[in-house]
């Protein structure tokens, strides 16, 4: 019998059930997480031209800003000269906070659109696939720990008499009832073990 601590079980139908579903869940999220990986690339690229008008726009109006510096000292025409150039500078200190406003947007979007292609479809195949693998773990560990105890076993025997199907408890006992109401070691083993491969349990013959 295998511990209770591993999530796996021990029978090999079950088993290979169990590790084909890892792996399709597996490479299902990868395939999922490079499609939001290539939506944050696309919409980064946007982020990008952001920062490109920001830093492009930021220098010509430094550019504009020391040039009116420099023409405001020319006698009588200086302060004529220097106003448009410091007019340009401020359109152009605009346009540099659109491009990091654009920047800002574009990246707050990228992870958004990343994760709103990504998540829905990851989520509808892992939550299932999480419920039953820990509900199996939960019946593993129940099955493991009853069948312990001469007691426990008495009741995994019992409850493969209510839910096995005939043909499995008859080929355990002819009488499998009978069997189990005299606590026949050998019938209430052998109906305990059904309950047990049922939960994915293969019991070691002893």
């Given amino acids: 019998m295998s511990s209770r601590y591993v999530p796996y079980a021990t029978t090999p139908g079950r088993l290979f059930t169990q590790l084909v579903s890892d792996i399709v869940v597996a490479v299902w999220a990868a395939v999922w997480v490079l499609v939001g990986m290539a939506v944050h690339a696309a919409i980064a690229t946007i982020a990008e031209v952001g920062r490109q008008v920001q830093t492009g726009a930021d220098g010509v109006s430094g550019n504009l800003n020391s040039a009116g510096d420099s023409v405001d000292d020319v006698p009588l025409l200086g302060d004529a ?8 500078s401020e359109a152009a200190r605009d ?10 947007t574009a990246t707050w979007l990228a ?30 560990w129940t099955a493991i720990t009853l069948a312990r105890t001469p007691a426990g076993e008495q009741l ?6 209510a839910n096995r199907p005939l043909a499995k408890l008859m080929a355990v006992s002819t009488d499998p009832v009978s069997a189990w109401r005299r606590d026949d070691a050998i019938a ?6 059904l309950e047990l491969r049922s939960a994915g349990v293969a019991r070691r013959r002893s």
């Fill in 156 to 161: 995994l025997a019992l409850r493969a008499l």
């Fill in 95 to 104: 346009i540099a906070g659109a491009g990091q406003s654009l920047d800002s």
């Fill in 111 to 140: 992870w958004v659109l990343a994760l709103a292609v990504a998540a829905p479809p990851i989520l509808a195949v892992a939550m299932p696939w999480l419920y039953l693998r820990v509900r199996f773990f939960r019946r593993k």
């Fill in 188 to 193: 209430v083993r052998g109906l305990a073990d």
């Fill in 81 to 88: 000269l220097s106003k448009p150039l410091r007019a340009a």
